[in-house]
């Protein structure tokens, strides 16, 4: 489980203990089942940043009486998203890695997304190991998000010229790739995460060690592959 997400897990559970009282602990009779337990939030909650995640149990605190399941949790957040379109912080930038080096060529999920990564630097965030420039990128995101809830267009730039079709290699890559390990696209895009950052880089060579460790957690048995084609 990466170090971000057990301590959002850990924030979670204590803010749902604090609200809940003996209503929490009567949900768990060991710790062993709140340690199996926060392990499938993390799982199902991957993805979503600090700011979603405490006004998602905000959310909770006004309308429910009881500790929320999983499925309602998530339902919860994407409403919330649902309002203005808004990504997680952390789907948004790894959106904008995944796309730094032709931001103009891709279709983005929502404008707030290529906004906050033509602030961070398209080649910081090609480059630089997330604990450098996520940071950043959270600031200039959350700027963003305000915008827009503010009722601000940020349209982004049409591209001019002929499509390049090479822009969408890799991207095709890791779709047919998970296809093949039969692998949902948010799975797959998240393990080959690594083939964005320069080959031969040691950031590059840090986020497939990470995804080596993720293919264990998961508990899958297939091979990571060096580079695309």
Sequence with gaps: MPLET??????????????????FKSCFET???????????????????????????????????WMPTISEFLKILHEQEGNFGLPGVLRAY????????????????????????RATGWFRLRSEE???????????????????????????????????GRSNTLVAFIQRWGEEQALAPEVAASLLYYLTKPKGSRVRDLYRGASEKKVQQLGLSLELPLDYQ
């Design 31 to 65: 710790q062993d089942e709140i340690r199996i337990a926060k392990r499938e939030w993390a799982l199902s909650l991957r993805g979503y940043g600090e700011r979603e995640l405490v006004s998602a149990i905000d959310h909770c605190k006004e309308q429910l009486a």
């Design 94 to 117: 790894e959106e904008a890695c995944m796309h730094a080096d032709r931001p103009t060529r891709h279709p983005w999920s929502h404008p707030a997304v290529y906004q906050a990564g």
């Design 130 to 164: 997330q604990r450098r420039v996520l940071p950043d990128f959270r600031y200039n995101y959350e700027v963003m998000s305000r915008r827009v809830r503010e009722g601000e267009d940020l349209s982004v730039p049409v591209a001019v010229g002929l499509p390049d």
């Design 6 to 23: 057990k301590a959002l897990v850990n924030m979670l559970f204590a803010r749902f203990m604090a609200i809940y009282g003996h209503k």
